[in-house]
């Protein structure tokens, strides 16, 4: 107010103002109504929160009639399997009655895989889907694996014929927050319990990053980064107190941890279970490529785990109107070491496994020496069919006769070689042209001595070598 007060005191002989001293206007504003300080100085959203919040009663829930998720990036550099460094995100399910934590899933970016991964990891602990689920609006949640057939802020309408989501599949209804209100989401006040007792342990000192650069601690270092197990462990440690020996004093809790009001309220009867296909789907993420030209093999790249390949006997040894096609490969994202599910079509091909990669120096040579037998015992029937096929493709060749003498040729020098040319024939007529008048030789004159002054001007030096110094 005091630098207000000072240009004003400026412009007070030009605009004919006379100003108050400070404690006067102070005095004068103390008068104002409160929200008017806050609005005019903080702003519309300020003027919100000044307002009294709702609270919500969790007494009128039921068990697994609410449940929500969100996901969030670690403030933790880690070390990933194929050697990436980065941050791991976080996606967590809970139950809103309880307040229990379903599922967590870290991965290294946000994808609709990993929230049907954690999701399918809620339905299977539980055994049973919520009625409503209060889920981010980000693009990952929106996608329509997750949520198709329902209206999304992204898509407005449900058209006929496309893609079932999950969450609809099981008869669980969205309810979007909106963009920008994390205060419409319970499940944000629980990230910071997280980034207390796991980003910020003190055993994760030097990969700790701070939740922006400001905040950014001095000795942190991405060097410094940990084995993306260890913070899984951590991570899964803090969930575990908080789901049994946090307690809560928070609407319906009454001073109980997650655990104790979940078994309370317990009822097996409430909920219908789960369809276990249901679960199979959330568990896998899937992709739709083509088989290799070459070898028959599946590569596709898993975040986190680099480029994997998968084979299979069965399959390679199919029509190459079949491989030719683009199949579904069904992965698990959390151990790519398992077998991978092949579909074409809704038609299930088989599982390929895993083709692991062998050390570049194998000590002794087993891995190498087995992988050469698998190979040519492989090979073997196929060479063998491939040598019937040829024997039965041989065509019976009649012999040619018996040739007892060869015709003599002709001496060279027997050989006559004749031949005539006529001569060409001149039917042009050369063309007749007038000779030149007196006129013509007048203007061609002319013509020559206008390109001599060009000359003389343009290129003065060709001048004197071609005229001198005329």
Request: charged fraction near 25%; include cysteine.
């Amino acid at each position: 107010m005091t630098v207000v007060l000072e240009e004003a005191r400026a412009l007070a002989p030009a605009k004919g103002w006379d100003i108050p001293s400070s404690d006067a206007v102070r005095a004068r504003l103390a008068k104002e109504p409160k929200w008017l300080s806050i609005a005019g100085r903080k702003g519309p959203k300020a003027l919100e929160r000044s307002q009294p919040p709702a609270k919500r009663d969790y007494n009128s829930l039921g068990l697994h009639a609410y449940w929500e998720s969100d996901g969030r990036k670690a403030d933790v550099f880690c070390i990933w399997p194929d050697g990436s460094i980065a941050r791991p995100f976080i996606i967590i399910w809970r139950e809103v009655r309880s307040r229990l934590v379903l599922a967590a899933k870290g991965y290294l970016n946000p994808s609709a895989a990993g929230v049907l991964a954690a999701f399918g990891q809620a339905l299977e602990r539980t055994g049973v889907a919520p009625d409503y689920a209060k889920i981010d609006n980000g693009r990952e949640y929106a996608a329509k694996a997750v949520t198709g057939g329902q209206a999304t802020r992204y898509r407005f309408k449900v058209m006929p014929g496309e893609p079932i989501g999950i969450m609809t599949l099981v008869g669980t209804k969205a309810d979007w927050s909106p963009p920008g209100r994390g205060q419409d989401k319970p499940i944000e006040s629980f990230w910071s319990f997280v980034a207390n007792r796991c980003d910020k342990a003190s055993e994760f000192e030097g990969a700790y990053c701070g939740r922006n650069p400001v905040v950014k601690p001095e000795d942190f270092d991405r060097r410094k980064a940990i084995p993306i197990a260890a913070y899984a462990e951590k991570l899964a440690a803090v969930l575990e107190f908080f789901n049994n020996q946090h307690r809560h004093r928070g609407s319906g809790m009454d001073g109980r941890t997650p655990m104790e009001v979940y078994k309370d309220l317990w009822d097996p009867e409430a909920h219908k279970p789960v369809d276990p296909a249901h679960l199979r789907l959330c568990k896998l993420g899937v992709v739709s490529i083509k088989p290799s030209l070459t070898d028959n093999t599946y590569s596709l790249t898993i975040p986190g785990y680099g480029v994997c390949r998968y084979w299979s006997k069965e399959i390679a040894g199919l029509t190459l109107e079949v491989l030719s096609r683009k199949h579904s490969v069904y992965y698990d994202l959390e151990n790519p070491s398992s077998p991978v599910s092949i579909y074409d079509g809704q038609n299930w091909l088989g599982d390929a496994a895993l083709f692991d990669k062998s050390p570049f120096r194998d000590e002794g040579g087993e891995r190498a020496g087995a992988h050469v037998k698998a190979k040519n015992a492989a090979m073997k029937p196929q060479k063998a069919a491939l040598k019937v096929v040829k024997a039965g493709a041989q065509l019976e060749i009649p012999e040619l006769p018996a040739v007892t003498k060869l015709t003599e040729l002709p001496s060279i020098h027997a050989v006559t070689i004749e031949g005539k040319r006529q001569p060409i024939q001149e039917t042009r007529s050369v063309p007749q042209y007038p000779a030149a008048t007196a006129k013509d030789e007048e203007h061609l004159e002319q013509l020559r001595q206008k390109r001599k002054a060009d000359m003389r001007i343009m290129e003065p030096r060709k001048y004197a070598i071609l005229f001198g110094d005329e």
